[in-house]
């Protein structure tokens, strides 16, 4: 009895640290990145933060033989916690790909579920590289939202400032009309609700607020 007691742990413990071939073959374009889909290594080793996630709570059996169980569970959760989930990063979004089928979208756009630093390209990279600083989000509260917060902005001039809430595929979802502030610091209470362009789902957005020569742009999580 004892043997085999450390036995399960053993094959436990081997199928949480070991790379499994086969299960590439079991999320939506696994076969690009392989191993290091849920393995810090390309020959396996410690699992990363899909690894860990997978292996507990997405297996058909916790353990070395156990399949990869993709979902819309799965796929709505950011493992890396780097503002995108794991469907946005395997490019399926809501989770809808099975075994069997075609590999979904596009391939080149894939990116790691499970590494912080590998994630799909945003507008707010392309905008950040291009921001004046004359406009400054100093603080979102609450943050995550659920229907309204205070915005309090900087602006080093006067400007008409608008405001919007954008989705991590750049369509807009919220726009506020602009209105005219002097320079300094403002604090705004604002409805999500009364503006919306869009039925809102719970997931991570963009706020940004912008005038005509600046802007700032600030991750923010909305909860419905």
């Given at each position: 009895?004892?043997?085999?007691?450390?036995?399960?742990?053993?094959?436990?413990?081997?199928?949480?640290?070991?790379?499994?071939?086969?299960?590439?073959?079991?999320?939506?374009?696994?076969?690009?990145?392989?191993?290091?889909?849920?393995?810090?290594?390309?020959?396996?080793?410690?699992?990363?933060?899909?690894?860990?996630?997978?292996?507990?709570?997405?297996?058909?059996?916790?353990?070395?033989?156990?399949?990869?169980?993709?979902?819309?569970?799965?796929?709505?959760?950011?493992?890396?916690?780097?503002?995108?989930?794991?469907?946005?990063?395997?490019?399926?979004?809501?989770?809808?790909?099975?075994?069997?089928?075609?590999?979904?979208?596009?391939?080149?756009?894939?990116?790691?579920?499970?590494?912080?630093?590998?994630f799909p390209t945003?507008?707010?990279?392309?905008?950040?590289?291009?921001?004046?600083?004359l406009l400054q989000?100093?603080?979102?509260?609450?943050?995550?939202?659920?229907?309204?917060?205070?915005?309090?902005?900087?602006?080093?001039?006067?400007?008409?400032?608008?405001?919007?809430?954008?989705?991590?595929?750049?369509?807009?979802?919220?726009?506020?009309?602009?209105?005219?502030?002097?320079?300094?610091?403002?604090?705004?209470?604002?409805?999500?609700?009364?503006?919306?362009?869009?039925?809102?789902?719970?997931?991570?957005?963009?706020?940004?607020?912008?005038?005509?020569?600046?802007?700032?742009?600030?991750?923010?999580?909305?909860?419905?």
């Amino acid at each position: 009895m004892k043997y085999f007691l450390i036995l399960i742990a053993f094959m436990i413990s081997y199928g949480s640290s070991t790379s499994r071939p086969f299960r590439v073959d079991q999320i939506p374009n696994g076969t690009k990145l392989q191993c290091l889909n849920c393995h810090n290594s390309s020959s396996g080793g410690s699992l990363n933060s899909f690894g860990q996630e997978v292996f507990s709570n997405h297996l058909t059996s916790k353990n070395s033989f156990g399949n990869v169980v993709w979902s819309n569970d799965l796929a709505g959760l950011d493992s890396d916690k780097d503002g995108f989930t794991n469907g946005q990063e395997l490019q399926d979004s809501n989770g809808d790909w099975k075994v069997g089928l075609s590999d979904p979208g596009d391939r080149n756009l894939v990116t790691n579920p499970g590494n912080s630093s590998s994630f799909p390209t945003s507008i707010r990279e392309y905008f950040s590289n291009t921001n004046s600083g004359l406009l400054q989000v100093a603080s979102i509260a609450p943050n995550p939202i659920s229907e309204s917060f205070k915005l309090t902005i900087n602006s080093k001039k006067d400007s008409f400032v608008n405001i919007s809430i954008f989705d991590v595929n750049g369509k807009t979802v919220m726009n506020i009309p602009q209105s005219y502030f002097p320079a300094g610091q403002h604090q705004i209470n604002v409805n999500v609700d009364e503006h919306l362009n869009y039925s809102l789902v719970s997931g991570n957005y963009y706020l940004m607020v912008y005038t005509a020569d600046s802007f700032d742009i600030k991750n923010i999580k909305i909860c419905r």
